[in-house]
């Protein structure tokens, strides 16, 4: 259980440590291999890397299972990229938490000065001649040994033994100090955070039945994205505003007429000139969300929880204003009753930062609020909200007309 977790810590190491340098490189999981790194392209591995995690100290056999194990694993994803013509071989890195003894040919493959690929495959092939060797790698270094002399020089040269790894519980220094976390009062409440966002998305990397649910890949930038929003909840960082508000045209509000974030307006007896205010804010949110999401200064997870946040204080406003209406009530004191609603949830909204502990601009909060107004008839029941105190049933009869 620990290696399992262990190589999706080691996953989120790497990115961190590769996100630095190369900010658009991708991973996966248990695709090809335990962790893959990819090209720009998505598609193409650029390394392959099998995890191998050992709590005991000790040396990495040459002839354990562990290496050969990872070679066999090569040897049928390298099968499978061979189709694609002019695909380059991708380094074939062994990570491990044992040591490379230097009388052995994996410490020839350890990278620095030392590498010595010609030392290395003259002893791997003789390890895999030996028929007096354990029975639980003889089909791994047949497997090897199968192949043509130029294909073993071409795996071996590939290859890369990263031992004396630190260990599971040595993870946090590493993964603090390649996130860049400072020591702080709160680093190890957002260290925790971090790896709690990553574990959401390994298991959605790991996903095979649910299309809905799996990720095809991670870039860099979405763990750094992820990692600043949570840093800056304790530094209390706010998010660059990038666009300029102005009135809209004619053209442009007409272009929202037939979206329900108007007639949730409508049903409450708005203005045009109102209506017209609203959709600005409306208009410029999601421009500017938009932005952000596309620049990578804020996460599709966080816009989620701020949506969260934002229905909460809506909830409330809707809650309190709708409580005393009654069956009789008419229809032009439920519409004041609506507006009361709007106006409150537009306040609380202009209040409630997008990244905690840091000034949000007010039209962010309020435009965010009416993009929810305008997803009420498609809604799950936690994000549905509108103006009319009956607009859950308003919004079912509009549906029912546009049927029609």
């Known amino acids: 259980m620990t290696g399992y977790l262990y190589q999706c810590e080691l996953a989120l190491l790497e990115l961190a440590r590769r996100s630095w340098h190369?900010?658009?490189?991708?991973?996966?999981?248990?695709?090809?291999?335990?962790?893959?790194?990819?090209?720009?392209?998505?598609?193409?591995?650029?390394?392959?890397l099998q995890a191998k995690h050992r709590?005991?100290?000790?040396?990495?056999?040459?002839?354990?299972?562990?290496?050969?194990?990872?070679?066999?694993?090569?040897?049928?994803?390298?099968?499978?990229?061979?189709?694609?013509?002019?695909?380059?071989?991708?380094?074939?890195?062994?990570?491990?938490?044992?040591?490379?003894?230097?009388?052995?040919?994996?410490?020839?493959?350890?990278?620095?000065?030392?590498?010595?690929?010609?030392?290395?495959?003259?002893?791997?092939?003789?390890?895999?001649?030996d028929e007096d060797g354990p029975e639980g790698t003889a089909k791994d270094r047949a497997l090897f040994m199968a192949l043509t002399r130029a294909q073993r020089q071409q795996l071996v040269n590939a290859i890369t033994i990263d031992d004396g790894a630190p260990v599971m519980s040595d993870l946090d220094s590493s993964l603090a100090k390649e996130l860049g976390i400072t020591p702080s009062d709160h680093a190890q409440a957002a260290l925790e955070a971090i790896k709690g966002w990553w574990y959401g998305m390994a298991v959605r990397l790991l996903e095979r039945k649910n299309p809905q649910r799996m990720l095809a890949s991670v870039?860099?930038?979405?763990?750094?994205?992820?990692?600043?929003?949570?840093?800056?909840?304790?530094?209390?960082?706010?998010?660059?505003?990038?666009?300029?508000?102005?009135?809209?045209?004619?053209?442009?509000?007409?272009?929202?007429?037939?979206?329900?974030?108007?007639?949730?307006?409508?049903?409450?007896?708005?203005?045009?000139?109102?209506?017209?205010?609203?959709?600005?804010?409306?208009?410029?949110?999601?421009?500017?969300?938009?932005?952000?999401?596309?620049?990578?200064k804020v996460t599709p997870e966080r816009l989620q929880e701020y949506e969260g946040e934002l229905h909460y204080e809506w909830e409330t406003a809707f809650r309190r204003r709708t409580r005393r209406v009654r069956d009789d009530t008419s229809e032009d004191d439920r519409q004041d009753v609506g507006q009361d609603i709007l106006d409150d949830t537009m306040d609380r909204a202009a209040d409630t930062p997008l990244s905690p502990g840091s000034v949000t601009a007010p039209w962010i909060g309020k435009g965010s609020i009416h993009g929810l107004s305008d997803q009420a008839d498609i809604a799950q029941a936690d994000r549905s909200l509108g103006w009319h105190p009956d607009y859950s049933r308003l919004c079912k009869r509009r549906n029912e007309t546009q049927e029609q």
């Open 22 to 48: 190369d900010a658009a490189i991708e991973v996966r999981m248990e695709l090809l291999d335990d962790i893959e790194f990819l090209d720009p392209d998505g598609r193409t591995p650029r390394e392959l």
């Open 55 to 129: 709590e005991a100290a000790g040396p990495l056999s040459e002839t354990g299972k562990d290496f050969w194990r990872s070679i066999a694993s090569w040897i049928d994803a390298l099968k499978t990229l061979s189709a694609p013509a002019g695909t380059s071989m991708p380094l074939l890195r062994l990570v491990s938490t044992q040591t490379a003894p230097e009388n052995t040919f994996l410490h020839p493959l350890r990278p620095g000065a030392d590498r010595d690929v010609g030392k290395a495959l003259a002893r791997m092939e003789e390890v895999a001649r």
């Open 219 to 296: 870039k860099a930038e979405q763990l750094m994205c992820r990692r600043d929003e949570i840093l800056g909840r304790y530094a209390g960082r706010s998010l660059p505003i990038t666009e300029t508000l102005r009135n809209l045209t004619r053209a442009e509000i007409a272009g929202y007429e037939d979206r329900l974030v108007v007639s949730q307006m409508r049903w409450i007896g708005l203005p045009d000139d109102e209506v017209a205010m609203h959709l600005r804010d409306y208009h410029h949110a999601r421009a500017q969300r938009s932005e952000w999401l596309r620049t990578f």
